[in-house]
């Protein structure tokens, strides 16, 4: 396995699927596409050793079509970890489909979509991501049972991002109890970068709490409607890693730990929601573990979405739910606990759980 990037320009040099660093042995990948609704999606399967694959759906302007091949791969791979250590029956995929949300998407596009999603036949089970709404869900619904995250109107159970926001504000409280000894985080500084539904919920449970927050975002309008809403300070600066902080706690997309961020960042905590934050698994997990920065593994915290919406397959409740969600604590800790004994990163310690997990499902069938 390896977790290195590549460029989109480096890309298009070398086999462009199989060739990829990021493809990781995925079991399958379709490509969809439909003229008349000007479709272009991507389905990345990762796994289905623990069950089918299930992953939300993202819509983004991506730069190119290789940046957007090795986004899902990424993604879907980070799927089947999440689920597996956090005890689901599911294993990882994703999807993205390439354009702007806000002015290329139609209610016609996206039942396109759902007929490609039930094409796999239950392999592969879709959700919601960014640039999707539980509406989007209801719409795929109509054309496949192969969706989650729909309206709790229509038996679903509704927009999972609350409880996404919870399971990182649990493994945030988990970290905060290794490195101070205390999971209070009253007056503690925490800068929350991204603040769409996800962030904004993460921003309510910490002010709740009494924490010092500061918000960053790209759109200016909903920094200042969440800044009023919740009486927190808006990062104005130019360089939110050079920055003093307890806590960062990235809620955007992926990547913004890398070469140029680690060696400014002047924070002991990261704990955010954005699914692949390490550019390099292995260099940066490193390079945060030399320099005494504790890194609560995304795709672990920010599992509560997918514990959401898996409440839709195994119909159980919402005290259930909250009841996983909340577990989130302790595996955080079991993570922290396992890597300090066994002298490597958190992530590599986290890994390590998802995959022996995924090996004894293996043996227990066989293969």
């Known amino acids: 396995m390896t977790s290195d990037l590549i460029s989109s320009k480096e890309l298009s040099k070398i086999d462009p699927v199989f060739g990829q660093l990021s493809f990781d042995n995925h079991e399958q990948i379709v490509f969809c596409n439909d003229k008349d609704t000007g479709l272009k999606a991507i389905i990345g399967i990762h796994n289905t050793v623990l069950g089918p694959a299930l992953g939300g759906t993202r ?9 957007a091949l090795n986004d899902v791969l990424r993604l879907s791979r980070g799927m089947t970890f999440k689920s597996a250590i956090t005890g689901l029956n599911l294993g ?8 702007d949300a806000k002015t290329q998407k139609t209610p016609e596009l996206m039942k396109k979509f759902g007929e490609f999603v039930h094409s796999l036949s239950g392999r592969y089970i879709t959700a919601e991501d960014v640039g999707m709404t539980t509406a989007d869900m209801d719409t795929v619904r109509e054309v496949t049972p192969y969706v989650t995250g729909i309206s709790e109107s229509k038996g679903g159970a509704g927009n999972p991002s609350p409880i996404t926001a919870y399971g990182v504000f649990m493994g945030m409280k988990a970290a905060a109890k290794f490195k101070y000894g205390s999971d209070i985080l009253e007056d503690k500084s925490v800068f929350v970068q991204g603040i ?20 960053a975002d790209i759109n200016q309008e909903r920094l200042e409607e969440v800044s ?4 927190v300070a808006i990062y104005n600066g130019n360089d939110i890693y050079s920055e003093s902080m307890d806590i960062y706690a990235p809620c955007a997309l992926g990547a913004t730990i890398n070469d140029d961020t680690i060696n400014k ?5 990261i704990a955010g929601a ?11 997990g490193r390079m945060l573990q030399d320099r005494g920065i504790l890194y609560a593994p995304d795709f672990l915290i920010n599992a509560g979405g997918i514990i959401n919406v898996y409440a839709e397959l195994e119909n159980y409740g919402k005290q259930e739910i909250i009841r996983k969600t909340e577990n989130i604590y302790n595996t955080t ?6 890597a300090k004994q066994n002298n490597v990163t958190t992530n590599v310690s986290a890994l390590k759980i998802a995959k022996d997990r995924i090996e004894t499902r293996k043996k227990e ?3």
């Open 333 to 338: 800790l079991e993570i922290f606990e396992g």
């Open 196 to 215: 769409g539904h996800v962030g904004e919920s993460l921003v309510e449970h910490l002010t709740n709490e009494g924490a010092n927050v500061t918000i």
């Open 365 to 367: 069938q066989g293969k």
């Open 59 to 67: 819509m983004w302007a991506y730069n190119n079509e290789w940046e």
């Open 265 to 269: 960042l002047r924070a002991d905590i």
């Open 274 to 284: 954005a699914n692949n934050q390490l550019a390099d698994e292995s260099k940066h």
């Open 92 to 99: 990882g995929g994703k999807a993205v489909i390439i354009g």
């Open 228 to 231: 009023s809403k919740y009486n």
